[in-house]
């Protein structure tokens, strides 16, 4: 489950409780990937929303991209892609930074709670014992 909020990707894996956020760069990658753009659109879509990228930016698009492949948040995926180009909701421009993927689980109890099944009698967020 993910959505690009304010410039900054939340995604969070409801298989392991862990949530991510990707910011800037980051997020325009997130957003521009899981709508199916390929690479060369990915590329295109950093140079279109970001200033001053470096001519070795593809070196960190593809680390973060195998960031999220290594979190169980993507699958690599060799077919060509599209050439879509994702919606943003404004033309603002934001300066380079290096795509970074930050991840926590100190949610993970409460998020793989199940508030319907996991719960005590005194409802949600009180979690039942473990079963024996």
């Excluded at 690479?39 to 970001?50: D, E, L, V």
């Excluded at 050439?83 to 949610?107: A, G, I, Q, R, Y």
């Amino acid at each position: 489950m993910a959505e690009v909020l304010d410039g900054e990707a939340v995604i969070i894996d409801l298989a392991t409780g862990r949530y991510h956020a990707a910011a800037g760069v980051a997020a325009t990658v997130w957003a521009a990937a899981s709508a199916g753009a390929s690479f060369p659109s990915i590329m295109a879509t950093i140079a279109a929303r970001h200033s001053d990228v470096p001519a070795d930016a593809e070196h960190a698009v593809r680390a973060f991209l195998a960031q999220t492949v290594a979190a169980g948040l993507a699958v690599q995926d060799d077919a060509a892609g599209s050439d879509v180009t994702p919606s943003f909701p404004d033309d603002s421009v934001t300066p380079w930074s290096v795509p970074v993927l930050e991840s926590h689980d100190d949610l993970a109890d409460l998020l793989l709670l199940d508030p319907v099944h996991d719960v005590t009698e005194s409802g949600w967020p009180h979690a039942a014992p473990p079963a024996t």
